[in-house]
């Protein structure tokens, strides 16, 4: 797998290799399935991510998309070394931070940052937001008693919440308010890379607005990096700079978001995106949606050759065989990276028509 | 309208009513509950005089002139020999088959039942919370001996054990608090690990391990903090529970050795003469009924205060009654052509 992928895939920056923050090579993390009984012993495993390789250039945004179940989360988490990782190395900074302790870990905790998905479950709801903001400053010993309170109501202010407010409990503000004080969290110790799993998925979509645009500021003022996972195909390419699409545990596509949005070679990066909704009726009229059939298959027993290829509307005998190197194709910028053995042409009609229900362009 | 404009209005709303609004704690909230708990306020009043009793015991002696382990044979005894009824020479409640003062050595029975009820539930707590968040946390052989260790322990018939540690070391008052808090702090901490166990798994928890936070810090400062509510409505249950059980103890000789004034040994001195002056077992069996059923309701009254989805079967009734009260009347049958009632 590695030795095919070209490691800067995903750096578009102007900066290239220089200017590298997180490199990640070749990473694997399968987690155990064990069986019943007495003695337990691994009966499966779930291969979660399998032999993904990206990197992220300082001040960037990387998104990364892909279906529930793909393995987006657990690549996040493994990139923040909350779970250890099976094989393959995260490198930051040129330091190889794989599986690190948890004590030799801490200096990169600072760096490396994550904001959660769901805005109520984050946040503890039995301590005050002034003590949850004040978190990293207490775990990292950087400021103690005023000093912290100061800050804390710095950050709050920073974020566009009322710094008044640092007595209350999570309960008593909203879901946009909520992800505020996740972001002020992640942001407390001026780290270098945000990882965001899923900032915005359970927000309203005017509260997502603002949450993007504070993201936004923050890149800007702060320089930061981000990792930004996200279903939601517009906000990604709204925010990155460029863009992973993943399926089942591996890099289907990768590469700046304009060449990937506006000339998808995989066949999957299609259907996602033939599947998003568009916001100019006439548009929404004459696009052709690209239905897959089935569910994305169990990552416990993973299809041979092409992962995609049981649902693949182009598949041919050679995709079940043979797994297809993540490569330039033909016509491509050299950071435009698919992992396909027929890459979809432009102006290639993939929908198919005989199909029943959707399949016909409306 | 813009973003900003949007943000402006919010902001504007937002901030008016917020001014009267105060931040409430989870604490602050549930004596909101418990002070409107009449059972629960009377229950607290209850124990605050048996507590100011007991702490004023020798205030109590001294008023009534006799001391709780001094033997009155003059006055206290009658003509045959045996114990005096309630109100006879200055004994209030009367005396036991010794001429012993009834009245202060009950008072004196309440200090060692407090205070046995209150060290062991102390201990039993501590222990438990901190085995139960130890063994949820780190899971894995810890867990696995912990969990083993806690089920062999309510699995084991008490008695046993304190019939043997009294044999082996004499009955004193540091066997009682040691068996007590022994066969307590299972239970809670089985509760503790429980709760332990699914914290762990929010995501409030790997934020915090994303901040670097070690082991001790999240279990003590992230899960503790959610788990204090049932911890301390199982403590405030197993005072009474401890109370009982001292009492049981001593009155099986197994707890504090006799000549001291526990209701546990009054009640076993009183069983040969109950029949001939009622009032040596009724007093202290009485302060021990009270004692226990007021822990319990407290208890009972913090439980509901804490989770106000739970309802006892005698509130019931009057939340019933208050739905009715604030309940829209029944719709008038409508009469053809008739119109409809406005709201």
């Given amino acids: 797998m590695s030795e095919t992928l070209p490691r800067d895939a995903a750096t578009a920056g102007p900066g290239g290799t220089d200017d590298v923050l997180v490199r990640v090579d070749d990473l694997v993390k399968y987690f155990p399935v064990r069986g019943g009984g007495l003695i337990s012993r691994t009966v499966a495993q779930v291969q979660a991510v399998d032999g993904v390789s990206l990197s992220i250039g300082r001040g960037q945004t990387v998104g990364l998309v892909g279906e529930t179940g793909c393995g987006k989360s657990t690549l996040a988490r493994c990139i923040a070394g909350l779970i250890p990782v099976t094989s393959g190395t995260v490198t930051f900074e040129g330091q190889n931070i794989t599986n690190l302790s948890r004590r030799h870990m801490q200096p990169y905790r600072r760096e490396i940052q994550m904001i959660f998905q769901d805005p109520y479950g984050s946040l503890n709801p039995r301590r005050r937001v002034g003590s949850i903001i004040g978190d990293p400053f207490a775990v990292h010993k950087t400021a103690s008693g005023s000093a912290r309170k100061k800050a804390v109501q710095e950050l709050m202010e920073r974020v566009g919440l009322n710094p008044e407010h640092f007595n209350r409990y999570p309960a008593e503000f909203s879901g946009g ?109 004459s696009r052709q949606r690209i239905i897959l059939t089935g569910d994305v298959p169990s990552p416990i027993n993973p299809p041979s050759g092409c992962r995609f290829h049981p649902r693949c509307p182009k598949a041919q005998e050679l995709c079940g065989q043979q797994d297809p190197p993540l490569e330039v194709k033909a016509g491509d910028p050299s950071t435009h990276v698919t992992a396909c053995h027929f890459p979809v042409q432009e102006g290639e009609v993939l929908a198919r028509s005989g199909r029943a229900s959707g399949g016909q362009p409306r | 309208m813009s973003l900003s404009e949007i943000e402006f209005q919010a902001k504007a709303v937002e901030d008016a009513p917020e001014e009267g609004i105060q931040g409430r704690s989870q604490w602050a909230l549930t004596w909101r509950r418990l002070r409107r708990d009449k059972m629960a306020i009377a229950s607290m009043i209850v124990i605050v005089i048996i507590a100011a009793c007991a702490i004023a015991a020798p205030a109590f002696a001294a008023l009534a002139g006799h001391a709780p382990n001094t033997v009155y044979p003059n006055t206290g005894l009658s003509a045959s020999g045996g114990p005096v009824p309630p109100g006879t020479h200055g004994f209030l409640l009367g005396t036991d088959e010794l001429g012993r003062d009834l009245f202060v050595r009950v008072i004196y029975g309440a200090r060692v039942s407090l205070f046995v009820g209150l060290v062991t539930t102390l201990i039993a707590t501590v222990a438990g919370v901190s085995l139960g968040l130890i063994t949820g946390y780190f899971g894995g052989w810890v867990d696995g001996i912990l969990a083993r260790f806690i089920d062999s322990v309510l699995a084991f018939p008490y008695i046993v054990l304190a019939l043997s540690l009294a044999v082996v070391f004499g009955p004193s008052l540091p066997i009682v608090i040691g068996v007590i808090s022994f066969f307590t702090w299972a239970g809670i901490s089985r509760v503790v690990r429980g709760q332990a166990l699914s914290i762990k798994e929010r995501e409030y928890i790997e934020a915090a391990r994303s901040l670097g936070a070690g082991p001790w810090r999240i279990m003590f400062i992230d899960i503790l903090p959610n788990l204090l509510a049932p911890v301390l409505v199982l403590a405030t249950l197993s005072i009474p529970a401890a109370i009982t059980f001292e009492a049981t103890l001593d009155y099986l000789g197994l707890g504090v050795p006799p000549p001291t004034a526990t209701w546990g040994n009054i009640l076993a001195g009183a069983q040969s003469y109950y029949s001939v002056a009622w009032w040596y077992l009724v007093f202290p069996a009485l302060a021990l009924v009270i004692t226990t059923i007021a822990f319990n309701l407290l208890g009972d009254g913090v439980r509901d205060a804490m989770d106000p989805r739970t309802e006892r079967v005698f509130a019931a009734g009057r939340k019933k009654r208050r739905k009715r009260r604030t309940a829209s009347p029944p719709p008038a049958p409508q009469l053809p052509g008739a119109l409809p009632p406005t709201a």
């Fill in chain 1, 177 to 285: 308010q909520r992800q505020r004080i996740g972001v002020a969290r992640a942001l407390a110790l001026r780290p270098k890379l945000i990882i965001c799993d899923e900032p915005v998925s359970a927000l309203d979509v005017s509260i997502q607005a603002q949450v993007l645009n504070l993201l936004a500021d923050l890149q800007q003022d702060y320089g930061l990096s981000y990792l930004f996972i996200a279903h939601d195909l517009e906000v990604v390419r709204h925010v990155s700079d460029s863009v992973i699409v993943m399926y089942l545990g591996r890099i289907a596509e990768a590469g700046p978001k304009d060449p990937v949005y506006d000339s998808p070679r995989h066949p999957y990066t299609n259907a996602l995106l033939s599947a998003a909704p568009a916001a100019d009726p006439d548009a929404a009229a």
